[in-house]
T-cell receptor, first 114, second 113 residues
Framework: DGGITQSPKYLFRKEGQNVTLSCEQN?????MYWYRQDPGQGLRLIYY???????QKGDIAEGYSVSREKKESFPLTVTSAQKNPTAFYLC?????????????FGQGTRLTVV | KQEVTQIPAALSVPEGENLVLNCSFT??????LQWFRQDPGKGLTSLLL?????REQTSGRLNASLDKSSGRSTLYIAASQPGDSATYLC????????????FGAGTQVVVTP
């Protein structure tokens, strides 16, 4: 099946710890994105990548880091510098063509600080 | 900066009624507008994508319209069913941020049997 796979579904982080969220897609999409969702708020863009080995900061990049070594993979690391990391994290991908920028999402990772 | 607003934040209708969900945006130079559905604790499911050159898009019981000049899109869901209960989000990309999506906060819909 084609799609976007996020893992794990639930993740618990201790204070001062770095954790990495996985996102893999087999849709052959050029662009990949990480969003954060908090209750009652819209999705906010953390990082995005339009090509391998290149990525840009979104609106709330502080305390996060990413890599894009392969077209299929775009892992997100939540570092200890992120002071309020408890949230629902969503990964997305899209084709970047002149006519179609339709986005497809994974099932999300819920991160909780313990 | 593009601002996307969805009003109301929550909506409850009896089964069989038509649903009308609103999305407004401040920058009319949009590239695409996309409607999504989100079930509790789940990811987003794409419903409809409207390109900037289109006025509407239809899929089954769903119809989405786009009026760029007034900065509005409306999602119509005909003959609502309890299974339509979910949060509906709209997102836009603009010509100066191609490929980046700006989301509204969503409308939470409950369809009562």
């Amino acid at each position: 099946d084609g799609g976007i796979t996020q893992s794990p579904k639930y993740l618990f982080r201790k204070e001062g710890q770095n954790v990495t969220l996985s996102c893999e897609q087999n849709l052959n999409h050029d662009a990949m994105y990480w969003y954060r969702q908090d209750p009652g708020q819209g999705l906010r863009l953390i990082y995005y990548s339009q090509i391998v080995n290149d990525f840009q900061k979104g609106d709330i990049a502080e305390g996060y880091s990413v890599s894009r070594e392969k077209k299929e993979s775009f892992p997100l690391t939540v570092t200890s510098a992120q002071k309020n990391p408890t949230a629902f994290y969503l990964c997305a991908s899209s084709i970047l063509s002149a006519l179609n920028t339709e986005a497809f999402f994974g099932q999300g990772t819920r991160l909780t600080v313990v | 900066k593009q601002e996307v607003t969805q009003i109301p934040a929550a909506l409850s209708v009896p089964e069989g009624e038509n649903l009308v969900l609103n999305c407004s945006f401040t920058d009319s130079a949009i590239y695409n507008l996309q409607w999504f559905r989100q079930d509790p604790g789940k990811g987003l499911t794409s419903l409809l994508l409207i390109q900037s050159s289109q006025r509407e898009q239809t899929s089954g019981r769903l119809n989405a319209s786009l009026d760029k000049s007034s900065g509005r899109s409306t999602l119509y869901i005909a003959a609502s069913q309890p299974g339509d209960s979910a949060t509906y989000l709209c997102a836009v990309t603009t010509t100066d941020s191609w490929g980046k999506f700006q989301f509204g906060a969503g409308t939470q819909v409950v369809v009562t049997p």
